[in-house]
């Protein structure tokens, strides 16, 4: 109740969501758990580079790719205290 559509996006809780994946899987490939070769061709392609061939590698990889997820949402929030709100305009970037 009295929760609105303001016109923009979830971008916040989706990002961290997806940062959190991200994490998650770095810290399954850091305990050796290498994904099959189907899986690691998925992965390559929506990184858009080669999947490593050590665990350690692929570690660091989605590790990394954690931060970027997280760096870009940094710079949409920092302008507000770092508060988070539920949407981001679509149009300025800024949240709503």
Known sequence: PGDTYAGGNPWVLTTAALA?????????????MMPDADAQAVWADALGEDFPSSASAAADLFLRAGDSVMIRLRSHVVDDGFHLREQIDRSTGKQM
């Not at 994946?21 to 050796?32: D, I, K, V």
């Open 20 to 32: 959190t994946l991200f994490y998650r899987g770095s810290l399954e490939l850091a305990g050796g």
